[in-house]
């Protein structure tokens, strides 16, 4: 037997530092200067909640563990999430207590944000303020007396420059001090909820404070004779001014908003950033997505050649290398959406959008904060799931989490594109973009009409009930940090490959296993008097007719019958519970294309398709009505598994994921019938 | 009484008490409205709802139905 390990926590325990701070404060620049690119970003457990954890950069030689959790105005929390935030600042799961908090204040809020300070320290932490954003305070014509603050607050206090790095030589400084100077660990105090006459107190404390330390910056005498505040308040008092300069915004910013939330202006400027949001995840997207497919095509047939026509060559090829071109075919999407939601984020417009669209969110139960999700939701469900985590009222959460996966997705493209080229005629290539535009608004109107009819008659769907809220601060515009934008895109990015990236390709392997046996070396009769080409196209068509796929194609054919499909698209809608993309692919597999037509597969595919006949009525099997039937299929139908796995962890449950595949899919179904026989009965063919 | 989501744009006005019984109110306080600062109705977009009002130096977007919770005095101007 092995001797029980004792974990030495006392004597061995890394130091953990703590970042807090405002939402805006430059918390998370700061984390990313300390950290670097070594960090790890890991759920508290049981909860969505995250953090991020990293060992100081090794160039600072400070051997102390750093971590970043979302952003915090009061210790005493508004919702659950908060709750957990706060409650591991005093004992973390897996770091203990927090050594040394290092809160980041914006030096043009003191009188705001210093409450969180206040709490700390009356919670008996270790606390070291960090000023951001000391260029907007001087911009105000003000300075910080650090010296003052600090004796005033009984902390240290060092001003920090995110983005030149500036000072935070002098805050490893500080943190190397204070860590020579532990002696035991102080017991911590949890606050009490403070009365509103206590934060009022509070408040007022803070106000003081601000007046003792700030500073007017006299150019003329550069350093010399500072004009305290209060001795400024009075000269002011006298010409009978109103508000000091230091507690107005910042005038460029107000000018700006005088436009951008103008009645009539703000909402131009904010369709305009939409469309050129949506322009270019699309556009700019589509030739990097092409070279993506076609690396792994080429790396696909290469590992053919090289492992031989055998079933682990195939299982490598069309299995492994396939699935994981699926899931790194959307990540130029993914980043350059991520890099314009970080443009607009860090530049302050973000806020702004969330502003003007929280009143017609706020009707069907959503809520300002929703607007980015659903926005990301048109590249893909699974970052757009995940950042629904800034809605703090869980209701709102889950109906937006809900909803998401109407949000006509990227890999929904490629299947409109095949089956709006069906309908189109050659002559006329403009009715294919107009049905695309039309199928977009199509799906944003009818996911606002169901996100409004689950919120208003059923409290079955979302049971969550809370408080809801919309109050955001709209910070100083600034010119956005591009290393740290493209950073944090990286980030994100990242998240998505390794949440959705598994999924995807587990589910691809099953469906190659599922789309090549048990007939896997189909025995083709006459094959001496094919070529290889042809014989190829057999084999694969056999293969797949007689797959277990198309065992379960022909056992849910009653299904497909009432909306005019066959077994054949029944596969092929099996198949696309893996991705929606897949259909494409595996309707070329079943309709017998193969890409030695060197033409164009399109153009081989849809005439493929416009011979194909139903097996049971014989009759044509793509016409008008069953085309658009599927395109009303797709709009609805929840068939992504990678977001019944992230909707699942992201609500905690099985409840909301289920909940939309059977509505959803229920939807589609219903939907679809109603259109194929609907126009049918009306003489569309 | 007078609230803040009765402000004209434009308006300033001195918080004179925050409504306890708001279910927002402590947050609405922990961001910075507490008695006695200055508030203004500095933008009121398309929709008139949420509203920005200025305070403590920084602009803050807040729903109308929770700015009802910030009772405001007249200031001269």
Redesign the interface.
């Known amino acids: 037997m092995t001797p029980p390990v004792i974990e030495n926590t006392v004597l061995e325990k890394i130091p953990l530092i703590t970042l807090l701070g405002h939402p805006n404060s430059g918390k998370t620049t700061l984390f990313n200067l300390l950290s670097g690119k070594k960090y790890k970003t890991v759920n508290y457990p049981g909860s969505t909640v995250e953090y991020s954890i990293s060992h100081i950069l090794g160039k600072y030689s400070v051997n102390a563990k750093i971590l970043d959790s979302p952003g915090i105005?009061?210790l005493?929390p508004?919702s659950p999430d908060e709750k957990l935030s706060v409650d591991y600042i005093f004992s973390h799961p897996k770091f203990g207590v927090t050594d040394i908090a290092v809160v980041t204040i914006d030096a043009?809020?003191l009188?705001?944000q210093l409450?969180l300070v206040k709490q700390l320290v009356n919670s008996k932490f270790r606390v070291i303020v960090a000023l951001t954003k000391n260029d907007l305070l001087n911009k105000?014509g003000y300075d910080i007396n650090t010296k003052k603050l600090s004796e005033i607050l009984g902390c240290d206090v060092v001003k920090i420059d995110g983005r030149s790095g500036e000072g935070v030589d002098e805050l490893l400084m500080v943190i190397k001090k204070d860590m020579n100077e532990f002696d035991e660990a102080i017991e911590k105090e949890l606050p009490l909820d403070s009365t509103?006459e206590e934060?009022?107190l509070s408040?007022?404390e803070i106000g003081d404070i601000e007046e003792q330390v700030l500073e007017k910056i006299d150019y003329h005498e550069n350093g010399k004779n500072l004009l305290n505040i209060s001795e400024a308040n009075k000269q002011l008092k006298v010409l009978g001014s109103?508000?000091l300069s230091?507690?107005?915004?910042d005038s460029f910013?107000?000018k700006l908003?005088?436009f951008f939330?103008?009645?009539?202006w703000?909402?131009i400027v904010f369709l305009l950033i939409m469309s050129i949001t949506f322009t270019a995840i699309f556009w700019l997207a589509a030739p990097l997505m092409d070279l993506i497919d076609l690396f792994f095509g080429t790396l696909s047939s290469g590992a053919f050649e090289l492992l031989g026509d055998n079933w682990f060559g195939d299982l490598i090829a069309n299995g492994i290398i396939a699935g994981i071109g699926s899931v790194l075919i959307f990540l130029p999407q993914i980043l350059i959406l991520f890099l314009i939601l970080g443009l607009l984020e860090d530049s302050g417009y973000l806020?702004?959008g969330a502003?003007?669209i929280?009143?017609?969110l706020?009707k069907i139960g959503l809520n300002?904060r929703s607007f980015v999700p659903m926005l990301s939701g048109f590249a893909c469900s699974i970052p757009a799931i995940m950042a629904t985590r800034t809605i703090q009222s869980k209701r709102e959460r889950f109906l937006t989490i809900f909803i998401i996966p109407l949000m006509s997705c990227s890999a929904r493209l490629p299947v409109y594109a095949l089956l709006l080229a069906y309908l189109t005629p050659g002559d006329k290539p403009w009715i294919g973009g107009i049905g695309l535009a039309l199928i977009y608004v199509f799906s944003i109107i009818s996911s606002l009409i169901i996100a409004g009819i689950v919120s208003k008659f059923s409290k079955r769907i979302v049971k969550e009930t809370d408080?809801s809220?919309?109050?955001?601060?709209?910070?100083?515009y600034r010119t956005p940090d591009l290393r740290e934008v493209v950073m944090r895109m990286f980030k994100s990015s990242g998240a998505y490959v390794r949440k959705a990236g598994p999924i995807i390709i587990y589910l691809s392997l099953i469906l190659w296993f599922l789309t090549s046996f048990p007939n896997y070396n189909p025995e083709i009769s006459g094959s001496d008097t094919m070529d290889e080409a042809q014989l190829e196209q057999t084999i694969s068509y056999e293969k797949v007719t007689h797959s277990y796929a198309s065992y379960i194609g022909k056992f849910i054919e009653p299904v497909m019958q009432p909306i005019g499909m066959d077994w054949r698209v029944g596969v092929s809608l099996v198949a696309t519970f893996a991705a929606r993309e897949v259909f494409v692919s595996s309707m070329a597999l079943i309709f017998r294309i193969t890409e030695d037509d060197e033409d164009n597969i399109q153009t081989s595919m849809l005439g493929a398709m416009s011979d194909a006949r139903n097996e049971v009525t014989g009759k044509k099997l793509f016409t008008t009505s069953t085309i658009i039937g599927l395109i009303v299929f797709f709009v609805f139908a929840m068939q992504c598994l990678s977001t019944v796995a992230i909707a699942k962890k992201e609500t905690g449950g099985w409840r909301i994921p289920i909940l939309q595949v059977v509505i959803f899919t229920g939807i589609a179904y219903v939907l679809a019938f109603v259109t194929v026989n609907g126009l049918q009965l009306l003489g569309v063919q | 009484m007078r609230t803040a989501s009765q402000l004209k744009p434009g308006e300033?006005a001195i918080i004179e008490d925050?409504d306890?019984e708001h279910?927002?109110?402590?947050?609405?306080?922990?961001?910075?409205f507490?008695?006695?600062e200055?508030i203004e109705l500095?933008?009121?977009?398309?929709?008139k709802?949420?509203i920005?009002l200025?305070?403590?130096?920084?602009?803050?977007?807040?729903?109308k139905s929770?700015a009802e919770c910030i009772i405001i005095g007249h200031i001269k101007d």
């Not at chain 1, 230091?246 to 915004?249: G, S």
């Not at chain 2, 279910?23 to 910075?32: A, Q, Y």
């Not at chain 2, 500095?42 to 929709?47: G, L, M, Q, T, Y």
């Not at chain 2, 200025?54 to 729903?63: D, E, H, S, Y």
């Open positions: 105005i009061s005493i508004c043009s809020q009188s705001r409450l105000k509103h934060l009022i408040f007022r109103g508000l230091h507690r107005k915004p910013t107000l908003d005088r939330l103008h009645k009539f703000g909402v806020a702004r502003m003007l929280d009143k017609p706020s300002g408080n809220s919309f109050i955001i601060e709209l910070p100083a | 300033k925050i306890n279910p927002s109110s402590r947050r609405i306080m922990e961001v910075g507490t008695p006695g200055e500095a933008f009121e977009p398309v929709f709802d949420p920005a200025t305070i403590r130096g920084t602009v803050i977007a807040i729903r929770e």
